[in-house]
């Protein structure tokens, strides 16, 4: 364990230079105090959680201070933003402060959002609200916790200082972590600017950062771009599997490692509904809960075209052709597993798209169905989830077909059924509802709901004595809550 002036950096982003990056010194934000610490993240840069504590923790990530080997540069980086080509985004408001370099031999990138104005701020304010830093600190962390790839959050710092978005709110700061900070629309930014030496080394360096398995095919540049799809492929079907809707799915918010990364106005579904908008700035619904399997392959397909000086348009074509039968193999086995199926049937599809057509329209918590359906043997089961459904003979039907499908996989074991089932159902889930409670609380300088449902969510399969408002079905105000987009 490390106390907070021990970390060791290699900022190797940094040293590619001035075309990739820029040179900006954090702002700090006033009063800096802790609202809530990650232990687990704290532990991948091999931290003593107790120095979360320590006022120099809040300093450090409030902006007031730096290691003397940290270097903090704003990258630069273009993409598409809701289909249309913005051609200079790049950090307005986020700092990679440098890379740590732990004692397992992982380089994890620090960066520090909402660190004040850089070159890329366009007309914003280079701030983050206490709200937004809350919101995507609980996400990184719960789909983290889901097995859902995530980039992570170390801690927000809350302060006095005042930024005005719909009304004056507080800045904070979240300290984000993840091996790499690199978009879809970074390859994107250099493609457009017609740089490709820039592009090409830009290619090399990730080529041997992260994907150094890929310089042994007999073209890395295709290798990568195949592992980057299948990636995406999978990431995306762990989203439709658990009902999360990123909300801002543009390309400039997309990993090249197939993380979930940028949250804005993102939800986890309560009652089921494939057309569900999250963003409710996205009025033709482009990155609506259904739509975030196609919008991944138009988000590849941009990647792709960004790729062109290195790969042929054949060999892009191709692999982006895999996409779509990769995230269904996926999206298959994880529901099939959900649904507590042990081993692969023809009507599998079937089953389970027929089972979310019935729960369309009807009020059925996405979350909550699939863990009581573990809780007790299939036949009780479904008649205790029945009531839920509008079309009770539509229900009755699915049910019918899937206690028989159940009990073609065996002579049933209803522990082991419960088990597994419940290690993939979770309980807990990151509703709007709650994190509003949360943040309505730290707004008011409360942080304990916040580091307590971010206690709950880190163990999401457990059921957690004490815990049970937590796992219960939103109240009626809290499944239309309108998430502001302005962060
Ligand atoms: P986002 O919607 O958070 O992914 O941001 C899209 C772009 O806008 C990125 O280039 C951000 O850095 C930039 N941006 C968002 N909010 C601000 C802000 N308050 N100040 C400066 N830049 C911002
Ligand atoms: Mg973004």
Known sequence: MKALDELTFDNRFARLGDTFSTHVLPDPIDAPRLVVASEAAMRLLDLDPAVAEDPVF??????????????????????HQFGSYNPRLGDGRGLLLGEVYNSAGEHWDLHLKGAGMTPYSRMGDGRAVLRSSIREFLASEALHSLDIPS??????????????????????????????????????????TKQPEAQKQLGEYVLAQHFAQCLEQPEPWLAMFREIVERNAELI????????????????????????????????????????????SDQEGRYSFSNQVPIGQWNLSALAQALTPFIT??????TLGLYLPLYQAHYLDLMRRRLGLTRAEGGDQALIEDLLQRMQGSAV???????????????????????????????????ERYVARVNREGPPDDNAR?????????????????????????????????????????????EQPGMEAYAERPPEWGKHLEISCSS
Not at 247 to 255: A, E, I, K
Not at 367 to 384: H, I
Request: proline share 4%; hydrophobic share 45%; glycine share 6%.
């Open 237 to 280: 079907a762990k989203w439709q599997a658990y009902g999360f809707c990123h909300g801002v799915m543009n390309t400039d918010n997309m990993s090249i490692l197939g993380i979930t990364f940028d949250f804005g106005p993102f939800a986890f579904l309560d009652d089921f509904d494939a057309h569900f908008i999250c963003n409710h």
């Open 58 to 79: 809040a300093k450090l990530f409030g902006g007031h201070t730096l290691w003397a080997d940290a270097e903090p540069r704003a990258m630069v980086y273009s993409g």
């Open 313 to 318: 348009v054949e060999a892009l074509r191709e």
């Open 418 to 462: 419960r088990e597994r089932m419940h290690a993939v159902n979770p309980l807990y889930i990151l509703r709007n509802y709650l994190a509003q409670k949360a943040i309505d609380a730290a707004q008011a300088g409360d942080y304990s709901e916040v580091r307590q449902l971010h206690r709950v969510l880190t163990r999401p399969f457990t």
């Open 365 to 399: 918590d996405y979350t909550l169905f699939f863990r009581r359906l573990g809780d007790q043997p299939a036949e009780l089961a479904v008649a205790r989830l029945r009531d839920d459904f509008i079309d009770l003979k539509g229900f009755d039907e699915w049910a």
């Open 151 to 192: 980039s992570r959050a170390l801690c927000v710092i809350g302060s006095d200082t005042p930024v005005w978005r719909e009304q004056q709110e507080r800045a904070a700061m979240v300290l984000r972590l993840a091996p790499s900070h690199v978009r879809f629309g970074h390859f994107e930014y250099f493609y457009y």
